[in-house]
């Protein structure tokens, strides 16, 4: 009789309990819906995690504005630079989970930084992917009176004298790095990086024929490629971008599969409510799209675009299966 009152009891406080943790759970989301009823109704902060003046900076500038006209809300500009964008996003997970921070996340400090260094963040679970926002193809380019007239020759050069080539970086693990490794690993030969303290420079030395090539992001080479001082080879994008029509992908120059894109995103802090999450969605579906926020986007060398939670996860998931291959087999770790 004992042991049954025991067991009975037993019963009714996990039924208590059970009880209590859904009661919680739809008391939660009660309070989120409430929130993101007047979502916002004070300035939003969105922090950058690269310095003022680059691509990163530039397009948060111009996103920011817009949000900013639709929610009628101000946008703060917080600029957390350093350690190849960690910071900012250390700085980003740490903040309330209240959809007042978000963070434009990329590549690196995203997808890659994580894979070669230990970073004070879990991407994972730290963080709610909310939207990719914009990608942006890197373009393989060559000295103007560079022997190699495609990526045809150019190979054909690395294969003829392995090891003959070299190509600019801005460092270990960057998008220049990580092409030139897709690039040797894929054409079967080996070149040999040379890292910068930052792309512009190797642009300037590609440009003054010290370097073979490199494979930089749009904004630093379009202005050389329009006037003649950079020739195009390549570019990295699955189709040829609808912003460079005229160079021809990896793909066509022989390199099938060679897809290597820069791209941002927007992430939320973990525990963000669910349709505050929503919200954002709701207003990124109508910014990115607008006419002048893509027209600006494209004078920086990319796509605006927006994405749901669902495919953007799926997209992360891409890139980190990707490279952490990549980085695995080439031994790539932070300097």
């Not at 590549?107 to 894979?115: D, F, I, Q, T, W």
């Not at 960057?174 to 792309?199: C, D, P």
């Not at 986007?297 to 996860?313: D, I, Q, T, W």
Request: proline content about 6%; charged content about 15%; aromatic content about 8%.
């Amino acid at each position: 009789m004992l042991a049954y009152h025991i067991n009975l009891e037993t019963n009714m406080m996990k039924n208590l309990w059970t009880t209590l943790g859904a009661a919680c759970l739809v008391f939660a989301g009660m309070v989120g819906t409430a929130l993101a009823q007047n979502f916002p109704n004070r300035p939003v902060k969105l922090v950058v995690t690269y310095p003022p003046g680059g691509s990163s900076d530039l397009m948060a500038r111009i996103m920011g504005q817009k949000l900013s006209d639709y929610w009628n809300q101000p946008v703060i500009i917080e600029s957390k630079p350093g350690a190849a964008g960690s910071i900012g996003m250390e700085f980003a997970a740490r903040q309330a989970a209240d959809g007042y921070t978000f963070v434009i996340g990329n590549l690196g400090p995203a997808s890659v930084n994580p894979l070669i260094t230990k970073v004070p963040y879990s991407m994972e679970n730290d963080f709610i992917a909310v939207s990719l926002t914009a990608t942006g193809p890197n373009i393989l380019v060559v000295p103007s009176k560079s022997p190699f007239k495609n990526l045809g020759d150019l190979l054909t050069a690395a294969k003829a004298k392995n090891n003959s080539l070299n190509f600019g970086t801005s460092g270990t693990g960057s998008m220049s790095h990580l092409a030139g490794e897709l690039i040797m690993r894929q054409a079967g030969v080996k070149m040999t990086g040379v890292a910068y303290k930052g792309g512009g420079l190797a642009v300037n030395d590609v440009l003054a024929g010290q370097i073979d090539f490199i494979v930089s992001d749009a904004l630093p080479v379009a202005q050389h490629i329009k006037s003649g001082g950079l020739r195009p080879l390549a570019i990295t994008s699955e189709k040829r971008s609808p912003l460079f029509p005229d160079i021809p992908t990896f793909a066509e120059g022989g390199l099938q599969g060679l897809v290597a894109v820069n791209w941002w995103g927007v992430f939320l802090p973990a525990g963000t409510p669910k349709a505050i999450v929503d919200r954002y969605n709701e207003a990124l579906s109508k910014v990115m799209v607008n006419p002048d926020l893509k027209e600006r986007f494209g004078g920086l060398g990319v796509e605006a675009m927006a994405s749901s939670p669902e495919e953007f996860r799926a997209f992360l998931a891409s890139e980190k299966a990707k490279y952490s291959k990549l980085i695995a087999d080439n031994n790539i770790k932070a300097d």
